[in-house]
């Protein structure tokens, strides 16, 4: 199968939820930072992380298709596994019922969580919430590669598998400050970053200048990009505490 020759941007998470923060770090991919497309890789478990089960896996896949056909009201989404019943949104239980938000815990309370940048003007929800669809249309894909590999997944393997899957597209990886700060523990990390390159979105506590400064020292071919990309101080774990609480956390939520 052909793909053509494009930049894709691969960006890989547990996505337990996708959220507003996701979708912010997706669109500044496509509309600022120039890539083709985004692949969503939804990856079983983490090598280096526990609490996350790789049984959940394919659960987590079919909700992230279903937020990126929510969210970008695709009529075709170029990925596997797509799932049309529109009434059916598994992971959180998402319904789009305006009266029954069970699952999410709604209290009504207008004021909760406005720190994740909740905003009431459906015609003005910036990087977080922005519906203008068009932009991004066609360019998002969640994708179950990892899902078909075995365990460890270890993130160059992924890149590897799509490289040999994708001979003429370009893989960059898409990661925070912190997972770069913590990037000589990852499997074949030198690898990563000459061969395929990485693409760094800020996170608080980290000064990512000196982060690439520090690994550049070690071999300046190491193809760190760092993104003037807004902060979002937001996470799938603080949702799902939030989920716990009984927050209604729907406007998070990609």
Sequence with gaps: MSYGSQNIA???GSFNPLHIGHLAIIRHMIEVAGFDMVYLIVSPK???????????GRERYKAAVEAVERRFLHSGLPASGRNDNKESHSAYGRNDNKESLSAYGRNDNKESLSAYGRNDNKESHSA?????????????????????MPEPHYTIRTLDALKEREPDNRFTLVMGADNL????????????????GVAVFPREGHDLTEIKQDLLKEDPAYKIQILDAEMVDISSTQIREAIARGEDISHCLM
């Design 181 to 196: 700060a913590d990037i000589r523990r990852w499997r074949d990390y030198t690898r990563i970053l000459k061969e395929f």
């Design 46 to 56: 983490n090598p280096l992380k526990d609490g996350i089960s790789s049984d959940s």
């Design 128 to 148: 977080y919430g922005r519906n203008d669809s068009k932009a991004v249309e066609a360019k998002v894909k969640v994708d179950d590669i990892e899902l078909n």
């Design 10 to 12: 691969v960006y890989s």
